[in-house]
C-alpha cells in the first residue's frame, strides 16, 4: 500500500490540539498495555496520523497518510458511532480482505470515533497490538472517554479562535465566551469526573489529575478574557463597601500557601500598623490585583522567597462631597527570575506575556493579567508600576483609593 509521510504535520494543527492528543495518547497509553495508539485525522478522502505511540512494533507512525478507504478509520467511523473491537483482523470479515490487513499483519484493534457535540467527525482513536491483546468492553468505554475530551479540546480551541476574531472586531465577546466556550469547557470537565471515578491505579489518577488541572487552568484563563472584556467595554463598576483589608490581604496570600511550600517558597506577608483593619472600597477587585501578582509571583520564582506589604500612603485626602478618603500602598516582592529589558516597555500592555511560555512556566497565559491590574488599580483611584526589577528578583507596587468608615458611639 502506497503511503505518504507528512513532514510539516506540525502545522497541521494548532499547537494546543497536538498536546491535547499527546495527553490523551499518554492517559491511554497507562491504560491500555497495547502495542500501538494513535490519533487519525480524517477528510473522507484520506486519515491522517497526527500523533501515535508504538511499544515493541512500529505499525504506525506521526504524517502517515493513508486513503480514507483504505484505512482502519473508516470501519470505525461507520460503526453507527460505537467502538469497534476486533480480535483478529486477518478473520474479521471486515478487515481479513483489506490490504491494510496484509501489510500490518496479524493482530488485534479497538477503535472509537472522536466526534463533536454538532455531530461532526474529527476522527479516531486507535490501539492495535500483534501479540493479540484482549480489549474488553470497559477498554473501549475508557477509550471513548479519552475521544470525547479530545472533541472538547477540539470545540474550545474552534470557539478559541473565534474568540480571537471577536477581540479583532471588538463584536460578540460576552456572548462567545459566556455560552461556547465555557459549554465546552465544563464537558470536559465533566468528562475527566467520570473518568476519575472508573477504576483507576495511581499513575492514571495522576494522568485524569493532569486534565483537571489543564481545564482548571483555561477557566482561568477565560476569567481573564472575559474581565479584560468588561474593562474594556465599561461595565465593570467600582463598589464602595466596608471590609476588612487585614482579612483580604491574609485570604490572598492563604491560597498560593500550598503552591508556594511545594516549590520551597517562604511566603509571607505584613501589614503596617497605621493601616485600620475596616474600610471602606472594592474588596474583589483589590483581591483580584492580589492574586493576579502573587500568581506571577508564585510562578515564575523558583527558590528563595515571596512577601507581600501594605502600608499607609495619605491619611486624610477630602473629596468634593466633604468623604475622608485614604491612600494604601501594596507591594509584591519576590526573588524569581526578573524580566527582560525588551518587556519593560510594554509590561502592562494586553497580550504582554512576562515570560515565554518555554522558558519556565509551560501552561503560559493570556498575557493578560497585568493589564487587568492596571485598569483595576486605575478604578480604583490608584496607579500600579514595577518598583524593582534584576535576574535576583522582582518588586511590583499598587496604590489604591480607600474611604474612611466613619465609627459613631451609640
Not at 130 to 143: K, T
Not at 292 to 321: H, M, Q, Y
Request: charged share 20%.
Amino acid at each position: 500500500m502506497k503511503t505518504e509521510m507528512i513532514d510539516d504535520i506540525e502545522m497541521m494543527l494548532p499547537q494546543g490540539i497536538l498536546e491535547a492528543a499527546s495527553q490523551v495518547l499518554r492517559t491511554a497509553g497507562s491504560i491500555i498495555q497495547a502495542n500501538t495508539i494513535c490519533i487519525t485525522s480524517n477528510d473522507r478522502i484520506h486519515s491522517t496520523v497526527i500523533r501515535s505511540v508504538n511499544r515493541k512494533q512500529v505499525i504506525v507512525t506521526e504524517g502517515l497518510r493513508l486513503p480514507y478507504e483504505e484505512s482502519y478509520c473508516h470501519l470505525v467511523v461507520g460503526n453507527d458511532q460505537e467502538p469497534l473491537i476486533i480480535d483478529d483482523n486477518t478473520s474479521h470479515p471486515l478487515t481479513r480482505s483489506m490490504k491494510a490487513t496484509g501489510l500490518i499483519g496479524s493482530c488485534s484493534f479497538l477503535g472509537v470515533p472522536i466526534i463533536t457535540r454538532s455531530g461532526e467527525i474529527f476522527g479516531t482513536l486507535c490501539a492495535f497490538d500483534p501479540e493479540h491483546f484482549s480489549f474488553q468492553p470497559e477498554h473501549a468505554q475508557m477509550m471513548s472517554s479519552l475521544a470525547a475530551f479530545f472533541a472538547y479540546g477540539l470545540e474550545v480551541d474552534r470557539t478559541m479562535s473565534l474568540l480571537n476574531q471577536a477581540l479583532e472586531e471588538k463584536s460578540g465577546l460576552m456572548a462567545i465566551m459566556s455560552h461556547e466556550i465555557r459549554t465546552s469547557l465544563n464537558g470536559m470537565m465533566s468528562m475527566t469526573d467520570l473518568l476519575r471515578d472508573t477504576e483507576l491505579h495511581e499513575e492514571q489518577l495522576r494522568y485524569v489529575a493532569i486534565i483537571q488541572s489543564s481545564g482548571h487552568s483555561l477557566l482561568g484563563i477565560l476569567g481573564k478574557v472575559l474581565d479584560y472584556s468588561r474593562l474594556q467595554s465599561g461595565k465593570m463598576d467600582v463598589e464602595q463597601m466596608p471590609f476588612n483589608v487585614h482579612a483580604c490581604v491574609e485570604q490572598a496570600v492563604a491560597l498560593f500557601a500550598v503552591d508556594a511550600q511545594d516549590k520551597g517558597i517562604a511566603l509571607s506577608y505584613r501589614l503596617d500598623e497605621g493601616v485600620p483593619e475596616l474600610l471602606a472600597g472594592d474588596e474583589l477587585k483589590l483581591r483580584q490585583v492580589l492574586l493576579n501578582l502573587i500568581s506571577n509571583a508564585v510562578k515564575f520564582t523558583c527558590a528563595g522567597s515571596i512577601a507581600v506589604e501594605a502600608g499607609l500612603c495619605a491619611a486624610d485626602i477630602p473629596d468634593e462631597r466633604g468623604a475622608r478618603w485614604m491612600q494604601l500602598w501594596f507591594k509584591v516582592s519576590d526573588t524569581g527570575m526578573g524580566i527582560s529589558e525588551e518587556m519593560l516597555g510594554r509590561l502592562f500592555e494586553p497580550y504582554a506575556r512576562l515570560h515565554s511560555a518555554s522558558s519556565l512556566h509551560p501552561g503560559g497565559g493570556t498575557g493578560l493579567g497585568l493589564s487587568i491590574c492596571k485598569q483595576l488599580v486605575g478604578l480604583m483611584g490608584g496607579a500600579i508600576q514595577l518598583k524593582e526589577t534584576s535576574p535576583q528578583g522582582t518588586v511590583f507596587q499598587f496604590t489604591i483609593g480607600v474611604q474612611r468608615l466613619e465609627l459613631h458611639d451609640e
